[in-house]
C-alpha cells in the first residue's frame, strides 16, 4: 500500500542577525512536534521593515554554521531519527524587499505535494493583518505558533488593536496550531547589544557563530 500522506515542511524565516540557541529551540521542538519531514530555515534577504543589517552572506553563514550543531542529532519521533534542516536562499533577493507570501508561493511551486507550517512567535499572529497579502499567505500555510496553549480556544483574535476582525476573516482556510516547550527568552537584538558592550554571549549562540562574530567584528559599531 502506498504511503499518500503529504509531505509536511516547516518554515522558519527571519533576519537571524545573529541565528540564536532561541532559533535552534524553536527549529527542534516544532519538528518534532508538527511531525516535520523537513524544515527550512530561510534568511530574508532585503527585509522592508528593518533598517541596517548584517550583510546576507555572512547572516546566511551563520546559519549554516548553528545548523551543522544539530544537523544529525536525534529528533524526538522514533520513525524519523535524525533532523532534516536546511538552509534555503530563497529570498537572496538583496535588491528588492522578499515578502512572505511570495516566499510561500515559491515553495509551493517547488514542493506541491506538500503541506506548508509557517512557525512563528505571538507577534505574528497578532500582525498578520497587517502584512503584504496576509490572505495568501494564510491560504498557503498552516500557521505554527510559539507562546500559548492550543487549549486557549480564540486562535482566530489577531490583536487587542483590531478585536473584530479574526485570522478567518483575512481568509476562511486559516489553519492555526500552537507549539509547546520552553524557549530561552533571548533575542538578535540583545545579542549585538552584549557584543558592543563587549559582554557574555556564550550562553545565548552556538561556540562556532561566536567565534564567526568575533573573526569578523560583527556589531562592534
Excluded at 534577504?45 to 551543522?68: H, N, Q, S, W
Aim: hydrophobic share 40%.
Amino acid at each position: 500500500m502506498t504511503d499518500s500522506r503529504m509531505i509536511r515542511i516547516g518554515i522558519l524565516g527571519g533576519t537571524f542577525d545573529p541565528i540564536h540557541n532561541g532559533h535552534l529551540a524553536m527549529a527542534r521542538i516544532a519538528y518534532d512536534e508538527l511531525c516535520l519531514d523537513k524544515l527550512l530555515v530561510i534568511p530574508a534577504g532585503k527585509p522592508y521593515f528593518k533598517g541596517r543589517i548584517t550583510p546576507y552572506d555572512m547572516r546566511c553563514e551563520m546559519v549554516r554554521i548553528a545548523l551543522e550543531e544539530i544537523a544529525g542529532t536525534e529528533a524526538g519521533r522514533g520513525e524519523t531519527p535524525f533532523l532534516n534542516i536546511e538552509l534555503s536562499l530563497l529570498e537572496s533577493d538583496q535588491e528588492h524587499p522578499t515578502y512572505t507570501y511570495q516566499t510561500l508561493n515559491r515553495l509551493k511551486k517547488e514542493y506541491s505535494d506538500s503541506e506548508l507550517f509557517f512557525i512563528c512567535g505571538m507577534d505574528v499572529l497578532t500582525s498578520i493583518g497587517s502584512w503584504m497579502k496576509p490572505d495568501e499567505v494564510l491560504r498557503m500555510a498552516t500557521l505554527a505558533v510559539f507562546g500559548r496553549e492550543t487549549d486557549s480556544g480564540d486562535w482566530q483574535n489577531i490583536g487587542a488593536d483590531d478585536r473584530h476582525k479574526t485570522l478567518t476573516d483575512i481568509c476562511p482556510e486559516a489553519r492555526c496550531v500552537f507549539l509547546h516547550g520552553h524557549i530561552q527568552p533571548v533575542s538578535s537584538t540583545r545579542i549585538r547589544e552584549l557584543v558592543f558592550r563587549d559582554g557574555s554571549i556564550d550562553d545565548l549562540i552556538p561556540a562556532k557563530v561566536a567565534e564567526y562574530i568575533r573573526a569578523h567584528s560583527l556589531y562592534r559599531v
